[in-house]
């Protein structure tokens, strides 16, 4: 009888550990993560995180902790061997970071790795190189107390996982945020790091949660957010999250923690969102950074290949806890004068397609329009106006109707006839609408007009931001805006468009970041530039709240009929609540 061949192989080990890798290790960032998780667990206090090319080139990751033994140190760089785990029960109660006895093994498998570790008080450490899961050498070495590891050349082995990595700013914009996110719930620690040798953030280790906080983000962010300090039966609750009054278009930050490990989690953050409800107006998200505190036989952290996601027992319980304690400060902070409008959805209508001019037949002339510097030069813009005087391209415009100012509502709002109907017209949209339009036809056309700042401004941003921004500096220069780097995640601004003059440009910057994350890709501006020239206009405009004279109202008014009297903002919001003369007839019954 004649045998068959079996087509079921047992993998070789080497090939066993790629796959393992690929589960653990997407990317730099990853390593960064693993490594880091072991320092904490060693009981560091101080960890240096060297970066090289955004981590394609070298990871290195020196700690003062515990270290390990000549037999423990490459035992730990085998599969499945750890000190967390001993017994099924154990995975039911987990309170460290790396537990899984993957990380080192995973890491080797896809990189040049190099250890040197020392016990506390031993007189040798042990120093161990494998490359690509092949043991080159173990042997006993000099070595101060804890563990330096450096990883050279990840991936060098799988070229096609090599391949998909992202450009060089992205890549460590994601070790950055690791980084932070380690940093926010370790506050006795010491962390720095540092790539291409120049130091991006050092922060000394603290005694509270809130100077973590305002070292991560900074006294701006800060000034911006609520605190919250909640704690019932076996949930505490502690962070911050954004007052209303300041909420963005943008998502960032979002964190989450549980136990002290970030995570993604939708039942947190669903809680959140529906916390909020309508306190916040249409189109804006709750940014937030909340640490859950819970039993650990509560929470189940081993349901996902890199411990980024957990399992609660009692969602509903967690949903409840998080629902409490970011309510009570929304509540409070409500309470007084500030109180958003239950009725200001009423106000925030959808997309509405651009009314086009000339159906019926209407006459068209071609006219240069003027720019809007002096409407920008009443609300405190010190910049040479006669600079903002920005030729613009002919734009065909309808005949417009008589317009008569009657007023402004709330500061906010103008009232106005415009031909026969009545207008109430929101300030600020209808003014951003204006600028997009005009912004969008100079990008069009490649002729946006800078105007140099007097005094260049400095600017900070985000750390994990601030790589991706220095990689598109060229692409801005492209829009108006040309900055320069000034530090590790600060930036000079010497010019801008003409068109939108005096504004919040650290804002600016922040929407722009949050523009080019939506796309996978920033090599280009092209695809989001929509975005970018929208939040540019936005910045630029008249803001809710300012007293306008009435020649700046009628002028504003006339640029928007100007421009086809779109009925809302780049970003969708409404721009005006119209009545026609029969309706306002038919409302007083003169019909």
Wanted: hydrophobic share 40%; aromatic share 6%.
């Amino acid at each position: 009888m004649q045998s068959v061949e079996s087509r079921i192989k047992v993998l070789p080990e080497s090939v066993a550990s790629q796959i393992a890798a690929g589960e653990i290790v997407e990317r730099p960032a990853s390593v960064v993560k693993e490594l880091l998780d072991n320092s904490v667990d060693a009981g560091s206090t101080v960890v240096s995180v060297d970066v090289v090319d955004g981590g394609r080139t070298l990871i290195r990751v020196i700690d003062d902790g515990e270290g390990m033994s000549r037999t423990d140190a490459p035992l730990a760089c085998q599969r499945f061997a750890t000190s967390k785990i001993s017994h099924p029960r154990d995975l039911t109660g987990i309170a460290t970071y790396g537990f899984r006895g993957e990380a080192l093994p995973s890491i080797a498998a896809v990189s040049r790795f190099r250890m040197l570790t020392a016990r506390r008080h031993a007189l040798t450490g042990t120093a161990v190189v494998i490359d690509g899961a092949d043991v080159r050498s173990v042997e006993e070495r000099g070595a101060a107390p804890g563990t330096r590891i450096e990883v050279e050349e990840l991936f060098f082995n799988t070229p096609g996982r090599r391949k998909f990595l992202k450009t060089t700013a992205t890549e460590f914009s994601h070790i950055a945020h690791v980084v932070q996110q380690v940093a926010l719930v370790n506050l006795h620690t010491q962390f720095r790091l540092t790539h291409n040798d120049h130091v991006v953030f050092d922060y000394p280790k603290v005694a509270t949660l809130d100077d973590r906080l305002l070292q991560v983000y900074g006294p701006k962010l800060i000034s911006m957010m609520l605190p919250v300090h909640y704690e019932q039966a076996d949930v505490r609750v502690r962070g911050m999250i954004v007052n209303p009054h300041h909420a963005k278009t943008g998502r960032t930050p979002q964190e989450m923690f549980v136990n002290r490990r970030p995570v993604k989690n939708a039942t947190i953050a669903h809680a959140v969102h529906e916390s909020y409800g309508s306190f916040l107006p249409k189109g804006r998200h709750p940014t937030f950074a909340l640490m859950v505190e819970i039993a650990p036989d509560e929470v189940d952290v081993n349901v996902h290949p890199s411990k980024r996601e957990v399992k609660f027992r009692s969602p509903d319980l967690i949903h409840r806890a998080i629902r409490t304690a970011v309510r009570g400060p929304l509540q409070k902070d409500v309470a007084g004068p500030s109180t958003l409008s239950s009725g200001r959805d009423e106000w925030e209508a959808g997309v509405v397609d651009k009314e086009t001019p000339g159906e019926s037949g209407e006459l068209f002339v071609t006219r240069s329009t003027p720019s809007m510097a002096h409407v920008q030069s009443s609300s405190g813009n010190g910049q040479n106006n006669e600079a903002a005087q920005v030729k613009e391209s002919p734009v065909l415009y309808q005949l417009e109707p008589e317009v008569q100012i009657l007023g402004q509502i709330h500061t906010t709002y103008i009232v106005a006839q415009v031909g026969d109907e009545l207008h109430v017209l929101d300030q600020h949209t209808i003014h951003e609408r204006v600028l997009f339009e005009r912004l969008w036809r100079g990008w069009e056309g490649r002729d946006i007009q800078k105007q140099s700042l007097l005094i260049p401004e400095p600017v900070d941003v985000p750390v994990p931001a601030a790589a991706r921004l220095t990689e598109i500096l060229p692409e801005l220069v492209n829009v108006g805006l040309e900055l320069e780097p000034f530090g590790p995640s600060s930036f000079v601004i010497r010019s801008v468009p003409a068109l939108v003059g005096q504004m919040d440009y650290g804002a600016l910057l922040e929407d722009i970041i949050e523009d080019l994350s939506e796309w996978k890709s920033v090599d280009s501006l092209d695809k989001p530039i929509r975005s970018v020239l929208a939040s540019m206009a936005c910045k630029g405009a008249v803001q809710a709240g300012r007293r306008m004279e009435q020649p700046e109202m009628k002028h504003v008014v006339d640029e928007w009929l100007r421009e086809g009297s779109p009925m809302t903002c780049p970003h969708g919001r409404r721009i005006s609540l119209r009545f026609g003369s029969e309706e306002l007839h038919r409302i007083f019954r003169r019909l």
